[in-house]
């Protein structure tokens, strides 16, 4: 079929597990939700793009055909959308095929779920808020002040105008288990602190941020698909967050502590950065709604966590055995 290639067996789609597909499967939030339902016995279709590899499929979203056809041919019983360009400053460098990605392929998604009677989870940010007046409850007006977060909320529109059954969960930054500590805002801060050996950096002092584990978000994910296909009333707008609020320079500091390494280095500014994409000062997300239905998770401390995500990239892989025994 065009647009998309096949890497599934038919062997596999026609196991009777309860199928789940999960859009950006190659990504930071997809690996760990692809990861969490196989481990929950779903039969799990992953598709990525750029950087589709085996057992995945490549499938430019964008493509309205191609999506109908991935729909109709793999019948997924739920539908992660975790594919988004999440990068605000290459959003707006790159508006139009991030809003091509974050809105239009959103829409197509949408529309075939509600087509094929699939439950529908759509990822979108705490950046939809302007961080003036947190914390963020699930009906407080959006008002994002950057591209990125317009386009995250154009997409959450998409979703429940195209698919009313659907779910929008709003995470905050995430870290996670990384192939390349770039891949995440939160575990690219490991550069910086290495750097303490030559010289001193600054790091941003003045937003506050609650990083979350991308692993923490897939159970809520898993957790939100089971009840949803149950339970009608599990609908619309939904938030999950760790609770531990954190400048960059903070979680900098934190990470450098954790390992063991100088931190003097790292200098806290308070000011904007000049030249990038506007971001909120604190877009803190209320998630009462998700505690109250017992579909919430105690997030994973950021310390063992970062340490967990960051201990393959340390220049002594057994660094870890050294301090833990």
């Not at 591209?147 to 969960?169: D, F, I, M, N, Q």
């Not at 957790?223 to 938030?239: A, M, Y």
Request: a negative charge.
């Amino acid at each position: 079929m065009p647009g998309f290639q096949l890497a599934v067996s038919q062997e596999e789609v026609l196991s009777p597990a309860l199928r789940v597909l999960v859009t950006g499967a190659t990504g930071l939030l997809g690996r760990a939700v692809c990861r969490e339902f196989e481990n929950s016995g779903w039969l799990v279709i992953g598709t990525g793009y750029r950087r589709a590899r085996p057992r995945l499929l490549r499938c430019d979203l964008t493509d309205e055909d191609a999506v109908r056809g991935l729909v109709q041919e793999y019948k997924p019983d739920v539908i992660v959308h975790c594919a988004a360009e999440r990068r605000p400053d290459v959003v707006e460098r790159h508006t139009e095929a991030a809003i091509n990605l974050n809105v239009h392929a959103t829409g197509t998604l949408a529309k075939e779920a509600a087509a094929s009677g699939a439950f529908f989870l759509y990822i979108s940010t705490d950046y939809v808020f302007d961080g003036r007046n947190p914390p963020y409850g699930e009906d407080d007006s959006p008002n994002p002040l950057n591209v990125y977060g317009r386009s995250k909320l154009e997409g959450e529109r998409e979703t429940l105008r195209h698919c009313p059954g659907a779910v929008v969960l709003r995470v905050p930054v995430l870290f996670g288990e990384v192939e390349s500590v770039t891949e995440s805002a939160v575990t690219v801060l490991w550069l910086k602190v290495q750097e303490g050996v030559t010289e001193s950096c600054t790091l941003d002092h003045c937003q506050q941020r609650f990083p979350t584990d991308a692993r923490d978000v897939a159970v809520v994910c898993r957790k939100l698909c089971e009840r949803g296909r149950q339970d009608s009333s599990i609908r619309g707008v939904f938030h999950f967050s760790a609770k531990e609020q954190m400048t960059k320079y903070e979680m900098a500091v934190a990470i450098a502590q954790a390992f063991n390494l100088p931190s003097n280095h790292l200098i806290p500014l308070t000011e904007q950065p000049a030249g990038s994409a506007v971001r909120p000062v604190n877009s803190q997300l209320n998630c009462s709604r998700l505690e109250l239905l017992n579909l919430s998770i105690d997030p994973r401390p950021f310390t063992s966590a970062i340490t967990d995500c960051l201990w393959p990239f340390t220049p002594d892989k057994r660094w870890r055995q050294t301090v833990f025994h």
